[in-house]
């Protein structure tokens, strides 16, 4: 392409809110085949909510409240209101600790609490009724926050966080134009799948650490795909580094923002419709 055509790529893709940092973005985003999107806040609203508790209400959104109290986690800030919701005192915790990808820990009038996902847990730690409750909620597209006391669940969580309204289109328009499409997600496998399928996204990586999300990226590229990565959160700024085109959110984090080399500022995924469309446009690759 032309400096000039790379200019009015540039320019009409601002102007659908889709800002391009340089024409090296606009040229690899016109060779990408594989796009992979976080879930929380990229194909979500990002604004989970406490719908179910599962185990004696009061105690278990009492002892995980005072905790999240703590955690700036979207998880964490549904359960502090849902216990507001409920008008619960919360307790003063100490030992707070974040463990990142799995939950928080602490201690409450001296008992060991534990607040997350199973991976917090030790074999056997979570009994077969609660577990299957779990499964249950988890198939249901909920995320599955398990409460425990000196190791064993004594209840948990269930919180939803529904896909954005545009989220299914955009999925469906990227695939019709030949895209494979991923969600890459830390939360459990069952509740992944089920938004995947809500939105129509072909392939599900889940349970994976924030740490390892760039690995997965790594990954794809190995394999010989073209990745553009779509995600908004503090731990998707290595994976948008990483991937031949990073596509941060604009309601997401500035280091998302900064890793990112195109950003969508209507937070709207048909905004990834637009810049690979443009992108092609652009560099002549519409056949
Ligand atoms: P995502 O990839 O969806 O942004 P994270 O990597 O932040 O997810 O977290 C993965 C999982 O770890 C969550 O689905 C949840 O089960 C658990 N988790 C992490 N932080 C917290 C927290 N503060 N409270 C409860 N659960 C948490
Ligand atoms: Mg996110």
């Given at each position: 392409?032309?400096?000039?055509a790379?200019?009015v790529?540039?320019a009409r893709?601002?102007n659908?809110?889709?800002?391009i ?13 594989t796009?992979?999107?976080d879930?929380t ?5 990002g ?7 599962i185990g004696?209400r009061?105690e ?10 703590s ?6 800030q549904a ?11 919360l ?9 990142e990808g799995k939950g928080?820990?602490?201690s409450?009038?001296?008992q ?6 199973e991976?917090?847990f030790?074999d056997g730690n979570i ?6 409750q779990?499964?249950a909620?988890?198939?249901?597209a ?12 004594v209840g948990l969580?269930?919180?939803q966080d529904?896909p954005?309204?545009t989220?299914?289109?955009a ?11 991923v ?5 459990n ?16 990586i889940?349970g994976?650490l ?5 690995d997965e ?9 073209k ?11 290595p994976?948008?580094?990483?991937a ?13 923002i900064?890793?990112?080399s ?5 937070n709207?995924?048909r905004?990834?419709?637009k810049?690979l469309?443009m992108a ?5 690759r519409i056949?």
């Open positions: 392409a032309t400096p000039t790379l200019m790529g540039t893709a601002a659908m809110g889709v800002l940092k340089n024409g090296e973005a606009l040229q690899e985003a016109s060779d990408i085949d796009i992979v999107f879930k806040g990229t194909i979500t609203n604004k989970p909510v406490v719908t179910d508790v004696p009061k278990i959104l009492q002892l995980a409240a005072s905790l999240e109290d955690s700036e986690h979207p998880l964490a359960v502090v209101a849902a216990a507001k919701a409920d008008k619960l005192d307790t003063a915790a100490n030992n707070f600790k974040a463990i928080v820990s602490g409450i009038n001296g060991e609490i534990l607040i997350g996902s991976k917090l030790a009994s077969q009724e609660i577990s299957n779990a499964t909620l988890q198939k249901a909920k995320t599955v926050v398990y409460v425990g006391k000196n190791g064993q669940a969580i269930a919180i529904a954005k309204p989220s299914k289109e999925m469906a328009a990227l695939t019709k134009r030949g895209y494979h499409t969600m890459l997600t830390g939360d496998q069952d509740v992944a799948q089920a938004i995947a399928d809500q939105v129509g996204i072909s392939e599900v889940a994976v924030p740490n390892q999300k760039a990226i790594q990954k794809l590229q190995s394999a010989g795909r990745v553009a990565f779509v995600g908004d959160g503090i731990n998707d700024a994976a948008l580094s990483v031949d085109v990073g596509i941060a959110m604009g309601s997401g984090t500035d280091i998302a900064e890793s990112g195109i950003v969508l500022m209507q709207d995924l905004g990834v419709v810049a469309e092609k446009k652009t560099f002549n056949k």
